[in-house]
């Protein structure tokens, strides 16, 4: 009879307390429920043993009862929020075409990532971030860089200022049949998670997102839907992903003298759109091989002029993208620094499609860029950190969106050259981690952080000076970064 008192006292206690309670206090009424069973079924009763077991079970009763109503109180705290912090200072090198040079030795950065996620169902998710990304002491306003940096697409990988900003913001249903199949389906609509994805996540120390880092890394608004074909054909992780997103939207304001509010406007760009599919052949959580190819359609960039660039920007075309990207997760189960040591390699290859009489990257021709990226992670045993290598190298008329990219020097992924990056990354506790990195750009070709006209046309080092842009044409990048980063 005590210890039935005595954990029924325990259990009302923690009814009490509230909060995050509920799985400890059903597993305290169902050791309850065990022990009243365990009484009921002994072969020698005692004396006032179906007694004790009505008064536990009266007890039981009144502790669902209080259950109920901290799931009651709970359900209407409907999302839950988690935090994302990071502290940075970089150091930043630039070796122009002229022999010049520019940089910062010290830009501090403060960013800051509102993660938040609630599943009111077991097949029904929602996803949400929000975002800060300021230098320190600054508040960089809306026309820096020509307006391009609250461009939509890199808004929160940009430095600007102190205000919370949307980055992530979607739906994710989920099944197990589709149509009757028995194939599992996923869609999946709103602001999707599209930085940092396959493989560069792994210098990012985070979870893949939803593209393949080596040629996408922008934010972008859209939708997805993915099927699980791997049990169904007996090849482990075999899926195929449909995505659709929406680059810029042509709209007129409101309240010009018009009066039509989000109409097509003629004065501005047509609607930036992008579609595509990743697929994946085989994931067996050692090797992963993941595939893509997608389309861009009415893509912008600058015309050239007698007196330079247009002073606006152009729709000029579409620009195809495909990859291939082998991840090696493990390379032997036998010893522990190399079941801990990832390798990876990546193919990729863009393609212009120039508007008739238009230019894309300078040229009126349809002309195709490639790149190849490698890369290595292995665990650094004496202090519990990893250290990762990469080197990859893009050809004359590379061009990938990637311009979200998590370097404050430009994309290293867009390189016409090559770029070398050493990345260390070591944690302090459950919620702390800190990483030294160096990333370094060698640019054969002028253009790689440009968009897709006049501003992305690639030139030598040589013709740069020719021309007399020697002083603006970018030979040599540097970035040394140090952060220290909160996650909790």
Not at 163 to 192: H, N
Not at 339 to 367: D, H, V
Not at 466 to 477: F, K, L, R, T, Y
């Amino acid at each position: 009879m005590k210890k039935i008192i005595t954990m029924s006292l325990v259990v009302a206690s923690m009814a009490m307390a509230g909060g995050n309670v509920n799985s400890d206090l059903q597993a305290q009424i169902d050791a309850l429920k065990a022990e009243i069973a365990t009484l009921k079924n002994a072969k020698t009763q005692t004396v006032g043993v179906e007694q004790k077991s009505v008064e536990g079970e009266d007890r039981i009763a009144k502790l669902e009862k209080k259950v109920n109503e901290i799931k009651k109180h709970d359900s209407g705290d409907n999302i839950k929020f988690d935090v994302d912090f990071r502290t940075a200072v970089d150091s930043i090198d630039y070796k122009m075409a002229d022999g010049s040079k520019a940089g910062k030795n010290d830009l501090f950065s403060n960013r800051l990532w509102l993660n938040m996620a609630y599943a009111p169902t077991d097949n029904v998710i929602f996803k949400g971030q929000l975002a800060a990304n300021k230098a320190f002491g600054a508040d960089f306003g809306n026309n820096r860089g020509a307006g391009m940096d609250r461009f939509d697409w890199v808004t929160n990988e940009t430095l600007t200022d102190s205000s919370i900003k949307l980055r992530q913001a979607y739906w994710l249903y989920m099944s197990d049949d589709f149509m009757g199949t028995e194939i599992p389906w996923t869609m999946s609509v709103g602001r999707r998670p599209s930085t940092a994805g396959f493989l560069s996540n792994i210098r990012e120390d985070d979870v893949a997102q939803s593209p393949l880092g080596h040629i996408i890394d922008v934010e972008f608004d859209g939708a997805s839907s993915k099927f699980s074909f791997g049990d169904k054909v007996g090849v482990p992780g075999m899926a195929l992903k449909f995505c659709l997103g929406q680059g810029s939207t042509n709209a007129s304001p409101r309240f010009t003298n018009t009066g039509t509010d989000y109409a097509n406007s003629a004065n501005s760009l047509k609607d930036v759109t992008l579609g595509g599919i990743v697929f994946t052949p085989y994931d067996d959580g050692q090797f992963k091989l993941e595939t893509t190819a997608f389309r861009g359609a009415n893509l912008p960039g600058y015309n050239m002029t007698a007196t330079g660039l247009s002073a606006n920007m152009a729709t000029l075309g579409d620009v195809d993208g495909a990859a291939a990207s082998l991840l090696v997760d493990g390379l032997d189960d036998d010893n522990e620094f190399l079941s801990n040591t990832k390798m990876f390699a990546s193919y990729a290859m863009s393609k212009t499609r120039p508007e008739t009489g238009q230019q894309m990257l300078g040229s009126i021709s349809s002309e195709t860029g490639t790149s190849y990226w490698l890369g290595t992670q292995f665990p650094v045993e004496a202090f519990g950190g990893k250290l990762g290598l990469e080197y990859n190298h893009g050809s004359k008329y590379w061009r990938s969106f990637t311009y979200g990219e998590d370097t404050m020097a430009g994309s290293k992924m867009a390189t016409r050259g090559d770029a070398y990056e050493a990345h260390y990354t070591q944690p302090i506790t459950e919620a702390l981690s800190a990483q030294l990195r160096y990333t370094k750009m060698n640019y054969d070709y002028t253009g790689s952080n440009g968009f897709f006209g006049a501003e992305g046309m690639p030139m030598t080092m040589a013709q740069a000076v020719g021309a007399g842009m020697g002083n603006v044409a970018v030979e040599s990048a540097e970035d040394i970064r140090a952060y220290i980063r909160y996650r909790y």
